[in-house]
C-alpha cells in the first residue's frame, strides 16, 4: 500500500478498519527516510522506539483503547526537548545533550498515542530562512534537491513533504513553520501567541516563540492543533482560553469577508506568485466570500522591528550557554572567564553569533533607547494596524513568501536579503496572531507557493475554516504529493 | 549611528565571544549594513505610543507555594561537562 500520499485522517480509518497495522506505517516511513538521508531531514531517528510503540499502540488499537492520534507518526523539531533522547536545537554547543526532561507537547501528544519517529534538522537554535544554519548539514527541498527547503523548520517540512512522516511539529518565531510550509508544498499552523505551551521548546526569543504543527492536510493540522493547545502551568505565558474542537470545519466562506493587505503586493513578489494569490482570492470570492482591500500601513517597518526585538532576546536567552550545566565546553581554558568564552566561540555557528552581537549591541548602554525600546513602540503600532483591519474582515490573505524556494547557497553571503525574506511573516509574530500556509499552486518550475491566512487572536478556527475550504476547493492542489 | 571596529570588539566582550580580525572586520560591514537598514524606524514619530514587550496582556498568573518533586541532583548533573560531590565544577576563577 501507498502511504506517502495519505495523510492521518486517511490512515486512521485504514488503521480502525485493520487494514493496516501501525507497525508497517511506522516501517514505511523508517524505510523512506533511510531512502532518502541526502536529504539531511532528520538528524536523530528512533528506530527501535518508534517500532515498540507501534507494537504497543497496534495492541491498544485491538482493544478499542487507542488515543486519538494513534499511529500518527511524528517527525519533532529538534528544539523540542524530548527525555532521555539527544536535543541538538541544530547546534555543536547540544550535540551530545540528553534532557532530563520533556516538553509539555510532546506529553501530551504521547499520551493521545502518537509516535516519535525522530527530530528534525533546523537552522540552530531556530535562527535561519533556508536551513543553511545547521551544524548537521544543511537540508534539502524534496521538489528539488538544489533548494533549500525554507527555515528554520526546514527538516520538519521537507520530512512531512517527503513522505517520511505523517506529520511534523515545527516553531515558528519570525515564519519558521509558515515559509518552510510554503516552500515544501505542505500544510503548516502557528498558533496563537500563548495558545500552546512552551514549556520544553529552547527558547530562541521569548515573545514572540510558539510551536506548532506542519501536516500533509489542513485537518491534520486542525487536530494536531486541538491535542497541543490549552494552558499549562509549566508556561506561565501560555493562555486560559478554552481550546475549541478545531477539526470540525464548517464548509463554507460564503458571506465571509477576506482582507487583502495593499501593502503585501510589493516589487519583489515573484509573479507566478502573485497570480497564484490572485487564483485563490478570485476563489473565494466565486465562493460567495466578499473580498476587501485592508491597509497595514506600518509593514514596511516589520522586518527592522523584528531583527531587533528577536535578536535582543536571543542575546539574553542563549546567555545560559556557557559551558558550566550542560552542553560543550572547551577544555583547555585556563580560567573560568576563558572558558565561557572559548566554549560559547567555538559551540555557536556564525549566524546565531551575528544575532547575539547585534542583540547585544542594540540591548547595550546608550542605544537601548535608539533601538529596543523603538521597536517596542514600532511593535504596537503593527499591532495596532491588525486591530483595525480585524474591525471589518474576519480573515487576511497574503502570500507567505514573495519568492519559491531559491537555491543552496544563494543567499548564505548576504545576511540582510536573507532576513528580508521574511518579509510577510513576521508581523503576525510581532501582533502574536496564528497565521497558516497551506499550498495554493505551483511556479513554472513546478515549485510549491504557499497562501498565507492570518487570523484575530484565538481565533485558529476561522483560518482553518479558509484553509480546508481552499484544499478541499482547490483543482491545482490534486496530486501534490512528490515522489521521492 | 556607525557602528567602528572598536565597538564591535567592546559588544563581543560582553556577549563573552571572540573573532578573528577578519571577522571582527566583516562583521562591522555588516552591522553597519543591519543597523542601516533598522534606523528606518526614525522615520516614525511613537513619542506618544507605549511599547508592546509581551502582546499578552495576561499580568502575573500566580501559583500557590507548594513543594514539588522535581530533578534529582544527579538528573540535574547528568549533562554537565564536569561535576564533583554532586557540584557544578569549573576551572579555577582566583589564582
Not at chain 1, 527525555?83 to 547546534?91: I, L, M, Y
Not at chain 1, 516563540?209 to 505565558?237: H, W, Y
Request: hydrophobic share 40%; net charge negative; charged share 20%.
Amino acid at each position: 500500500m501507498n502511504i506517502s500520499s495519505l495523510d492521518y485522517s486517511s490512515l486512521r480509518s485504514l488503521l480502525i478498519a485493520k487494514e493496516i497495522s501501525c507497525q508497517e506505517v511506522t516501517r514505511f516511513y523508517l524505510d523512506k527516510i533511510e531512502q532518502n538521508r541526502q536529504l539531511n531531514a532528520f538528524i536523530s531517528v528512533f528506530a527501535d522506539k518508534a517500532l515498540e510503540r507501534a507494537r504497543e499502540i497496534d495492541y491498544k488499537l485491538a482493544q478499542g483503547t487507542a488515543g486519538s492520534l494513534a499511529g500518527l507518526v511524528l517527525g519533532i523539531k529538534d528544539l523540542l526537548v524530548m527525555q532521555n533522547a539527544r536535543t541538538t536545537c541544530g547546534s555543536k554547543i547540544l550535540e551530545n545533550f540528553i534532557p532530563p526532561f520533556q516538553a509539555t507537547v510532546l506529553n501530551k501528544l504521547q499520551a493521545e498515542d502518537a509516535i516519535f519517529i525522530g527530530k528534525t534538522n533546523l537552522d540552530e537554535f531556530g535562527m535561519g530562512s533556508s536551513n543553511e544554519n545547521s551544524y548537521y548539514k544543511p537540508v534539502k527541498n524534496p521538489h528539488d534537491t538544489t533548494r533549500v527547503p525554507g527555515g528554520s523548520s526546514g527538516g520538519s517540512a521537507a520530512a512531512v513533504a517527503g513522505s517520511l512522516c505523517t506529520a511534523a511539529l515545527g516553531t515558528d518565531t519570525g515564519g519558521s513553520i509558515r515559509q518552510p510550509a510554503s516552500f515544501c508544498g505542505v500544510v503548516g499552523l502557528k498558533p496563537t501567541y500563548g495558545r500552546v505551551s512552551r514549556f520544553g521548546m529552547v527558547a530562541y526569543a521569548s515573545s514572540l516563540d510558539q510551536i506548532g504543527p506542519l501536516a500533509k492536510s489542513v485537518a491534520d493540522a486542525a487536530l494536531l492543533l486541538r491535542f497541543m493547545a490549552g494552558f499549562d502551568e509549566l508556561d506561565s505565558t501560555s493562555a486560559s482560553v478554552p481550546v475549541a474542537d478545531y477539526s470540525v470545519m464548517n464548509g463554507s466562506v460564503k458571506g465571509l469577508r477576506v482582507g487583502i493587505p495593499k501593502e503585501y503586493f510589493i516589487s519583489g513578489l515573484e509573479p507566478d506568485v502573485n497570480s497564484a494569490i490572485e487564483n485563490t482570492i478570485q476563489l473565494l470570492k466565486d465562493s460567495g466570500a466578499e473580498i476587501c482591500e485592508v491597509s497595514l500601513p506600518h509593514t514596511e517597518y516589520a522586518i527592522a522591528t523584528y531583527y531587533i526585538i528577536a535578536t535582543a532576546e536571543a542575546s539574553a536567552n542563549l546567555a545560559r550557554f556557557d559551558g558550566v550545566r550542560y552542553g560543550y565546553r572547551d577544555e583547555h581554558a585556563s580560567n573560568l572567564e576563558e572558558m565561557y568564552i572559548n566554549s560559547r566561540t567555538n559551540g555557536f555557528g556564525e549566524e546565531v553569533k551575528r544575532r547575539i552581537m547585534l542583540g547585544t549591541y542594540v540591548l547595550s548602554s546608550g542605544y537601548y533607547d535608539a533601538y529596543y525600546r523603538k521597536a517596542q513602540k514600532v511593535r504596537t503600532l503593527i499591532k495596532k494596524d491588525f486591530e483595525e483591519a480585524f474591525k471589518t474582515v474576519h480573515c487576511i490573505l497574503t502570500p507567505t513568501s514573495p519568492t519559491t524556494a531559491f537555491r543552496l547557497n544563494e543567499k548564505v553571503a548576504d545576511p540582510l536579503t536573507m532576513y528580508l525574506s521574511d518579509v510577510f511573516t513576521v508581523s503576525l509574530n510581532l501582533a502574536g496572531l496564528p497565521g497558516i500556509s497551506l499550498p495554493c499552486g505551483k511556479d513554472k518550475q513546478g515549485l510549491p507557493i504557499g497562501v498565507q491566512l492570518i487570523g484575530k487572536a484565538f481565533d485558529e478556527q476561522m483560518i482553518l475554516r479558509f484553509a480546508g475550504f481552499i484544499e478541499k476547493n482547490n483543482p491545482i492542489l490534486n496530486n501534490r504529493q512528490v515522489s521521492v | 549611528m556607525s557602528v567602528t571596529l572598536a565597538d564591535v570588539e567592546n559588544i563581543a566582550r560582553l556577549a563573552k565571544l571572540s573573532f578573528s580580525k577578519e571577522e571582527m572586520i566583516t562583521f562591522t560591514g555588516q552591522f553597519n549594513q543591519i543597523l542601516q537598514y533598522m534606523e528606518k524606524l526614525n522615520e516614525l514619530d511613537t513619542e506618544n505610543v507605549e511599547p508592546t514587550f509581551h502582546v499578552l496582556d495576561s499580568g502575573n498568573p500566580l501559583r500557590d507555594d507548594v513543594q514539588q518533586t522535581w530533578l534529582t541532583p544527579e538528573q540535574a548533573l547528568a549533562n554537565a561537562p564536569k561535576a564533583k560531590n554532586g557540584f557544578f565544577s569549573v576551572p579555577k576563577m582566583i589564582g
